[in-house]
């Protein structure tokens, strides 16, 4: 039976099936929490400006509004119990009109660090997690001095709205700073300094509204062009290193207070040293695996999460290598699915998406194997065939 709306008055109340979940964002991200969902009886109404959304083909109510179209979210909030989302670039504003109204998890204190370089590093900074050598710039003049302070090469990074590599240019020698400036449009902006790394990982955290957290497995990561190509898991380190990057993901999870999911990209460097890159507080591309190859999928954690349910055991129950299906693939029509699919330990997720673009997510697949490297070699001989 469908918990009366009405009874969501207090923080701590878990939120049961029958209730509907309000998901902000209609990405694939959206789209598994959607089926995760809806797999253990909730209701899930999407909000996207987007219509025919990856998750809004599987919800059962979609809003195609604005999401500073307030008197829009206001309505779309009195009809869920909780709320949550798939993606950071939310407006402060209808942050706050949702959480005048419904719980929102992760809360907007979380988000509004999270959405934003400047911040977040500011935050992991004055918290003292070790991270890359940084300098907010907001003038060609201050992006001249903090590129001369911290030596070529650099990356200089927009503060808000960056992902897969957009709002990011890498400096090697001296440059025309002021069109540079003019170019990344905006007030704020943070330059890095060039990590040389051995590899880059990640975990998702996870943490319910009684403070209980539980961490999945290192994903050790492989990028092409800045988008994340293929996940290897457990990643390929030293026990003490999985250990280190367990202790810091824990760490930073309850020093934000997550209720919800928190994914941590990480560089280890040559030298054997772990820097935090970014966070996102939601369900990540490197945590595609657990669907697979884990007891509880990082979409029904953020479910449970939200909800305040108990959460679920993050054990890996196979080695798994995921690969990422960008638009790319369909240059010469649809790929070759049957060839995939020949592979009895080969499993073909596709999010919905009808416009292949290049570099555009369109679907993950996973291999799994008692080997991790028996699993890589599957799975990228399996992609070269199917681009045939």
């Given at each position: 039976?469908?918990?009366?709306?009405?009874?969501?008055?207090?923080?701590?109340?878990?939120?049961?099936?029958?209730?509907?979940?309000?998901?902000?964002?209609?990405?694939?991200?959206?789209?598994?929490?959607?089926?995760?969902?809806?797999?253990?009886?909730?209701?899930?109404?999407?909000?996207?400006?987007?219509?025919?959304?990856?998750?809004?083909?599987?919800?059962?109510?979609?809003?195609?509004?604005?999401?500073?179209?307030?008197?829009?979210?206001?309505?779309?909030?009195?009809?869920?119990?909780?709320?949550?989302?798939?993606?950071?670039?939310?407006?402060?504003?209808?942050?706050?009109?949702?959480?005048?109204?419904?719980?929102?998890?992760?809360?907007?204190?979380?988000?509004?660090?999270?959405?934003?370089?400047?911040?977040?590093?500011?935050?992991?900074?004055?918290?003292?997690?070790?991270?890359?050598?940084?300098?907010?710039?907001?003038?060609?003049?201050?992006?001249?001095?903090?590129?001369?302070?911290?030596?070529?090469?650099?990356?200089?990074?927009?503060?808000?709205?960056?992902?897969?590599?957009?709002?990011?240019?890498?400096?090697?020698?001296?440059?025309?700073?002021?069109?540079?400036?003019?170019?990344?449009?905006?007030?704020?902006?943070?330059?890095?300094?060039?990590?040389?790394?051995?590899?880059?990982?990640?975990?998702?955290?996870?943490?319910?509204?009684?403070?209980?957290?539980?961490?999945?497995?290192?994903?050790?990561?492989?990028?092409?062009?800045?988008?994340?190509?293929?996940?290897?898991?457990?990643?390929?380190?030293?026990?003490?290193?999985?250990?280190?990057?367990?202790?810091?993901?824990?760490?930073?999870?309850?020093?934000?207070?997550?209720?919800?999911?928190?994914?941590?990209?990480?560089?280890?460097?040559?030298?054997?040293?772990?820097?935090?890159?970014?966070?996102?507080?939601?369900?990540?591309?490197?945590?595609?695996?657990?669907?697979?190859?884990?007891?509880?999928?990082?979409?029904?954690?953020?479910?449970?999460?939200?909800?305040?349910?108990?959460?679920?055991?993050?054990?890996?129950?196979?080695?798994?290598?995921?690969?990422?299906?960008l638009g790319d693939l369909w240059k010469s029509g649809t790929p070759d699915w049957k060839r995939l699919l020949?592979?009895?330990?080969?499993?073909?997720?596709?999010?919905?998406?009808?416009?292949?673009?290049?570099?555009?997510?369109?679907?993950?697949?996973?291999?799994?194997?008692?080997?991790?490297?028996?699993?890589?070699?599957?799975?990228?001989?399996?992609?070269?065939?199917?681009?045939?």
């Open positions: 039976m469908m918990t009366d709306v009405s009874q969501v008055n207090s923080q701590y109340a878990s939120i049961l099936p029958g209730s509907i979940i309000g998901l902000l964002g209609g990405g694939q991200l959206g789209r598994m929490f959607a089926l995760a969902a809806r797999r253990m009886g909730y209701r899930i109404h999407v909000l996207d400006p987007v219509s025919d959304s990856p998750a809004g083909q599987v919800c059962d109510q979609e809003y195609h509004v604005p999401y500073d179209d307030l008197v829009s979210v206001e309505k779309f909030a009195c009809e869920t119990h909780v709320i949550t989302f798939e993606f950071e670039n939310i407006p402060s504003a209808t942050l706050s009109a949702l959480e005048a109204l419904r719980p929102v998890r992760p809360d907007a204190r979380v988000l509004r660090i999270c959405q934003n370089r400047e911040r977040e590093k500011a935050f992991l900074s004055a918290q003292g997690y070790p991270l890359p050598a940084y300098r907010v710039v907001d003038s060609p003049v201050s992006l001249r001095n903090a590129v001369l302070d911290l030596g070529f090469p650099c990356v200089l990074k927009t503060a808000d709205f960056g992902y897969d590599g957009k709002g990011q240019l890498k400096i090697e020698k001296d440059e025309d700073w002021k069109t540079i400036w003019l170019k990344f449009n905006a007030p704020h902006a943070v330059v890095e300094t060039w990590v040389d790394f051995q590899q880059e990982i990640s975990i998702v955290c996870a943490r319910g509204i009684d403070g209980t957290l539980k961490t999945y497995p290192v994903s050790e990561n492989i990028q092409n062009h800045h988008i994340l190509d293929y996940s290897i898991v457990p990643a390929r380190l030293d026990h003490h290193i999985q250990l280190e990057v367990e202790m810091l993901a824990r760490s930073i999870t309850e020093a934000l207070k997550v209720v919800g999911l928190l994914a941590i990209e990480f560089f280890l460097t040559r030298e054997g040293q772990i820097l935090v890159n970014e966070l996102a507080p939601r369900p990540h591309n490197s945590g595609h695996f657990t669907v697979d190859a884990c007891v509880t999928s990082q979409f029904e954690q953020q479910l449970r999460a939200v909800c305040g349910l108990p959460l679920g055991s993050t054990a890996l129950l196979s080695p798994v290598v995921m690969v990422n299906l020949s592979e009895p330990f080969a499993r073909l997720h596709l999010y919905g998406k009808s416009q292949p673009r290049k570099g555009r997510k369109m679907g993950h697949y996973c291999i799994l194997s008692d080997d991790v490297e028996i699993a890589l070699d599957k799975a990228l001989t399996l992609r070269s065939l199917i681009q045939e």
